[in-house]
């Protein structure tokens, strides 16, 4: 039987594979359980230093499974809300984990596939990409999982409304004109600058890429100019204590590429 989530492991770098290509990687309660506990897990794993999240098969994730999981099937709202949260709570841990995640999006990202789209740190999509908010579209609101929190902070409320109040599919050149992801490009081109991203990371103090993660996302919540500035002000502060600063110097100075040792 195939893992319905490929998880490979290389040079600090982990990939996630979505496998469920014959049901357009839709999530059914073991991909959403296999998620979430995965990105759950990466909370104080200092080893690995970057996600690149994927998919099988010409599509990312069509969403919930709703031949296996229908929403308020044979359900009161108590054992309903356990459903929601279980898969909720991936872009929770997402948005938690210190490691930044870089999402390649091919073919269809709706409902909660859109959602992990949305909940990475950077987007990539290939030409035939296209997103939406499907959940309207089943008789649910088109806010959840998160998508309403994000969408609008992305890309502004009115194209977020625009999109969450229809269901409308937003293609890949049009997510690349507002700016919703950042490459569109064939799927081997993608995963080659998936790749790249990861290494150029890498090269990079440990400790300044996980806090230049979590600055990037409290920095949206935060009320004024002042709070984030005291942020960032702190967490330099932070970096200049660790060994990794001196070396980074170091190395700026004498012209070579830093050894940075996670301290």
């Known amino acids: ?3 319905i989530l490929d998880i ?3 040079g600090g770098v982990m990939r996630l594979t979505l496998n469920r290509p014959e049901r357009l990687n839709a999530l059914n309660p073991a991909l959403a359980t296999a998620l979430r506990e995965c990105f759950q897990g990466l909370y104080r794993r200092k080893d690995i230093r970057v996600v690149i999240l994927q998919a099988a098969g010409p599509n990312f994730c069509a969403g919930l499974d709703l031949k296996e999981q229908a929403p308020g099937k044979d359900l009161g709202a108590a054992e309903m809300m356990d459903v929601q949260h279980s ?3 991936i872009m929770i841990a997402m948005r938690r ?3 930044p995640i870089i999402s390649v999006v091919q073919g269809a990202a709706s409902g909660g596939g859109f959602a992990l789209a949305l909940a990475s740190d950077i987007r990539l999509a290939t030409p035939d990409a296209r997103m939406n908010a499907s959940f309207l579209r089943v008789g649910l609101t088109g806010c959840d999982m998160g998508v309403s929190y994000f969408l609008p902070r992305m890309v502004g409320s009115s194209v977020a409304a625009q999109y969450l109040l229809t269901g409308r599919f937003m293609d890949a050149q049009r997510a690349y004109s507002l700016g919703l992801v950042s490459t569109v490009a064939a799927l081997d081109a993608l995963n080659l600058e998936a790749q790249a991203l990861a290494e150029d990371m890498l090269r990079t103090n440990p400790l300044g890429l996980r806090m230049t ?3 990037l996302g409290h920095s949206l919540d ?3 100019l002042e709070a984030v500035m005291a942020m960032e002000d702190r967490q330099q502060i932070l970096c ?3 060994a990794d600063f001196a070396e980074g110097m170091l190395a700026f100075l004498e012209k070579r590429p830093p050894n940075y040792t996670g301290r």
Do not use: F, L, N, V
Request: aromatic share 0%; hydrophobic share 20%.
């Open 97 to 99: 984990c210190p490691q």
């Open 8 to 10: 490979q492991e290389q």
């Open 87 to 89: 898969i909720r709570d």
């Open 240 to 242: 200049t204590q660790s």
């Open 213 to 215: 993660k979590e600055a």
């Open 222 to 224: 935060m009320g004024s």
């Open 1 to 3: 039987m195939q893992d």
